[in-house]
């Protein structure tokens, strides 16, 4: 069942409740007037038949009946009415020829009640006790006008309430096709997008506010996964181009050997140009691999609490083993005052690359080859510092530096090799750890990236 068809049907059951409860509240609200507006005529009757026959004071019951069947005009249809003493023994009554019963238990509950209203038969009574001339009158009636008027008003209920569903069923159906036809028309050009055509955008429908809402996220949508696919293909493009250039290379120089004689001095050299030309293929293909690795890296909740303090040494250590000349200074801006301060959930081992990457790349464009790191934790935040002294980076290279191949002018300018993925890297993996790397010069010719992690109390 189509959502359209749902919503109309719905609507529809909805008005059908409320026709329904508003027909049956009527029909029993005017019931019940019928009821108590035919119990006062009758009573009303009986109240008049009583004054006549106190009033005619006959001994003769026949004379005393055709006087009131004289003075009184019935107005209730297949009205009965009669009149006793408190022994039950008939004073009057209408018609002449009715047989009345009457039982003293009757007359006992008339007399306890004063007036006592009951139906059988759809006959309504009416017992009515007066003290003063303590006669009981019993009057009945059955109320033809009244209930043709209530199987009227059952018709005409009964026709409204299947009329109104029908008229219901139908505009909401209309109503609903309308309401959805913004939908519709967003479902097409949903339809019309493919991988060709992500630069299309939806266009925003007039008058439909929630559908504007759909459209406009669905066009950011859109734009992420244009940005996306733009950045798989440069991916590519930068990834291709940076592994044929030493493939290029590795088989001209091959090829030259293949050409020439070369003496063992030459060979030697030949070997060492290759050997430097795989280890840089080795170290290219590895950060793609990782970068390929990150880009499903989430993170883990069952990820261990480690000591970051620890990691960043540890990954000092490691530089000062890659670069036996490189100086790093790793130091607190506060003394902990416990061993939880530096706590944080992670992978050991992904972290300590980060550091390595940021050690590695401080070293490379520092100008005195010295590595200064500072951390310090504050509101549930876990901060690493690191600085060197070198060129900084302009505004441009600064808010593209943690793209993939991207290099700075500073690489470019001091023929630094790399392929511009260390810090592509290490921003995807404190992402992956819910943090954030942060690049500032906070004064002349120095550079500051800033790892911030959140803390984990141990």
Not at 245 to 257: F, G
Not at 266 to 280: N, P, V
């Amino acid at each position: 069942m189509s959502i359209k068809i749902r919503f109309a049907l719905m609507f529809t059951l909805f008005v059908a409740i409320v026709l329904a409860a508003s027909s049956v509240t009527i029909f029993i609200l005017y019931s019940s007037y019928r009821e108590d507006e035919f119990y006062s005529r009758v009573k009303s009757e009986g109240v008049i038949f009583h004054d006549l026959v106190y009033e005619i004071k006959d001994p003769n019951r026949a004379v005393l009946a055709k006087m009131v069947s004289g003075v009184y005009t019935n107005t209730v249809f297949d009205e009965k009415l009669v009149v006793t003493d408190s022994t039950g023994y008939v004073l009057s009554k209408i018609p002449y020829t009715f047989v009345p019963r009457v039982g003293l238990s009757l007359l006992k509950t008339i007399k306890k009640k004063g007036i006592y209203n009951f139906e059988k038969d759809k006959y309504q009574y009416v017992g009515i006790y007066n003290p003063q001339t303590k006669y009981y009158t019993i009057a009945s009636g059955y109320d033809l006008s009244g209930y043709n008027k209530l199987q009227n008003l059952e018709i005409i209920l009964a026709a409204v309430f299947f009329g109104g569903l029908i008229i219901t069923g139908l505009a909401s159906f209309f109503f609903v096709q309308q309401a959805f036809e913004p939908l519709q028309t967003l479902n097409k050009q949903i339809k019309r997008t493919t991988v060709r055509n992500l630069k299309d955008r939806i266009e925003v429908v007039k008058n439909f506010p929630e559908i504007n809402q759909i459209a406009l996220s669905y066009n950011a949508m859109m734009e992420r996964l244009s940005k996306a696919f733009e950045f798989q293909k440069s991916f590519v493009q930068h990834a291709s181009h940076e592994l044929r250039t030493p493939l290029a290379i590795m088989l001209s120089q091959t090829e030259s050997a293949l050409n020439k004689k070369l003496s063992d001095n030459d060979i030697k050299k030949l070997l060492y140009s290759l050997k430097e030309d795989q280890q840089g293929m080795i170290e290219l293909t590895n950060s793609l691999l990782l970068l390929s690795q990150y880009d499903q890296l989430g993170y883990q909740k069952e990820w261990p609490k480690i000591r970051i303090d620890e990691v960043v040494v540890e990954a000092g250590s490691q530089l000062m083993q890659m670069f036996p000349d490189a100086k790093i200074h790793i130091g607190f801006k506060e003394i902990p005052e416990t061993d939880e301060a530096y706590f944080v959930t992670g992978n050991e081992s992904l972290l300590k690359s980060v550091f390595i990457n940021l050690f590695k790349n401080a070293y490379l464009y520092a100008s005195d080859k010295t590595v200064a790191v500072a951390m310090d934790n504050s509101k549930g935040k876990v901060r690493v510092q690191v600085e060197n002294n070198g060129t900084i980076l302009s505004d441009e290279d600064s808010s593209k530096v943690m793209e993939p191949f991207y290099r700075g002018r500073n690489a470019i300018d001091t023929s630094t090799k790399g392929f511009g993925l260390g810090l592509s890297i290490v921003n995807r993996i404190v992402l992956a750890h819910h943090g954030a790397v942060a690049y500032e010069s906070p004064a002349a010719n120095t550079n500051r990236f800033t790892v911030i992690l959140p803390q984990s109390i141990k």
